[in-house]
C-alpha cells in the first residue's frame, strides 16, 4: 500500500500467518515435519524457525529424523545463541555437512564449517529491506565494492536455490 502521504512510507504486505507451503514452498508432507511444530503451535504461522532447545535435541537423538545438512547464514549458536555451548558443539558435530555464510569467521564457522562463504557488508551490496516487524521498506545502497570473494548474502542464498531447483 502506498502512503497518501509524500515522502511517506510504504507498507508492504505482511507475510506473518500466511501458510507455510505458500511463503516457504513446503508440501503438505514436509510442513507436518517442522521439529517442535506441536509443542510450539506458532511455528505453524509462518515463523521459519524451531525452538533451540527442539533443534539441539533432535541433533542429539535423530528424533524425529537426523538432520544430515546445516546451512547457517549468518548465526553463531557457539557464541550467540547456544546456552550450553559445549552441548550445542558437541550436538553439532552428528551432522555431515555445514555451511556457514558470514560477514567473518564466526567460532561457530571456525569450529563446524565444512564450507565457508563470505557475504558483502551491506556498504558493499545494493538491495531491499523489509523487517524488524516495521512495517515499511528501505534501500540497501553500495558504497564500495566487494572485497576479497564476498558476495551478497541473498545472492548466495539466490545461486544456491537455483542449483537446488533449477
Known sequence: KLSK??????????????HNREVF????????????????????????????????????TGEPYPIKVAWMQ?????????????????AHM???????VDLFMTPTAMALADYFLPA????????????????????INKAIEPLGESRSDMQITLDIGKRISP
Open 120 to 139: 558483502c557488508t551491506y556498504a558493499e551490496r545494493n538491495g531491499l529491506r523489509i523487517g524488524d516487524g516495521a512495517q515499511r521498506a528501505e534501500t
Open 5 to 18: 502521504t509524500p515522502g511517506g512510507v510504504y507498507t508492504p504486505a505482511p507475510t506473518l500467518g500466511q
Open 74 to 90: 549468518t548465526t553463531n549458536p557457539l557464541a550467540c545463541t547456544g546456552v550450553d555451548a559445549k552441548r550445542t558443539l558437541a
Open 25 to 60: 514452498g513446503l508440501t503438505p508432507e514436509q510442513e507436518a515435519k517442522r521439529i517442535g511444530q506441536e509443542a510450539h503451535p506458532l511455528i505453524k504461522m509462518g515463523f521459519q524457525e524451531c525452538v533451540t532447545d527442539d533443534y539441539i535435541r533432535c541433533l542429539e
Open 94 to 100: 552428528n551432522i555431515d555437512t555445514i555451511v556457514c
